[in-house]
């Protein structure tokens, strides 16, 4: 990735520059974002991102053996974990709300299958549970659909993602589904 990142870079300065600064300093970034983020992929992000930066700005550190330089670099890692924690934030906070709102909801009963047998109100709790043994990549753009009346383009914008990866989502979250409802016993 990063040699892709360093061929975006007109001059041979500072394509140099910006590949020295990953050879002395990828470790103590990671250790920065990972130290912030608590998440090997979300502090590798960080540290890309912030190379992406660097990238899109190398003149901004040639001189990347001074302090005011070196401060750049880790000030910019901060940055972007913060950035990426504020994110992960926000996506748990949309998360918890939507399973706060569960009791409220409406619910779509066009399909015949395991989950719509388990969307009436009789079977609500059994769904939930079932819900919650979901990964989130499943459980949330199923969440959307049938509790939210959300149509695949509004839960690929929210989740930023492609419509078919959200359409894929549904489909395999669907099929996990019916298998946790038939191991606990909750389809007949």
């Known amino acids: 990735m990063i040699s892709e990142l360093l061929a975006t870079i007109e001059t041979e300065e500072e394509s140099h520059a910006i590949a020295e600064i990953y050879d002395r300093y990828s470790k103590r970034m990671y250790a920065i974002a990972y130290q912030f983020l608590q998440n090997p992929h979300d502090a590798e992000d960080a540290v890309m991102d912030a190379f992406t930066y660097m990238c899109d700005h190398p003149q901004d550190f040639l001189e990347y053996k001074t302090p005011k330089v070196i401060g750049m670099i880790c000030g910019k890692v901060k940055w972007t974990a913060t950035d990426i924690y504020r994110k992960n934030k926000r996506h748990s906070n949309r998360v918890a709300a939507l399973?706060?709102?569960?009791?409220?909801?409406?619910?779509?009963?066009?399909?015949?299958?395991?989950?719509?047998?388990?969307?009436?109100?009789?079977?609500?709790?059994?769904?939930?549970?079932?819900?919650?043994?979901?990964?989130?990549?499943?459980?949330?753009?199923?969440?959307?659909?049938?509790?939210?009346?959300?149509?695949?383009?509004?839960?690929?914008?929210?989740?930023?993602?492609?419509?078919?990866?959200?359409?894929?989502?549904?489909?395999?979250?669907?099929?996990?589904?019916?298998?946790?409802?038939?191991?606990?016993?909750?389809?007949?």
């Open 99 to 188: 399973d706060d709102t569960l009791e409220n909801c409406v619910y779509d009963t066009d399909e015949d299958d395991v989950l719509d047998m388990l969307m009436n109100e009789f079977n609500r709790d059994l769904l939930q549970n079932a819900l919650r043994e979901l990964e989130i990549d499943y459980a949330l753009p199923i969440k959307l659909k049938y509790y939210n009346q959300m149509k695949a383009s509004k839960i690929a914008e929210f989740m930023n993602i492609t419509e078919s990866s959200v359409n894929v989502r549904i489909y395999r979250g669907k099929e996990k589904l019916k298998k946790i409802c038939i191991e606990k016993g909750y389809h007949k």
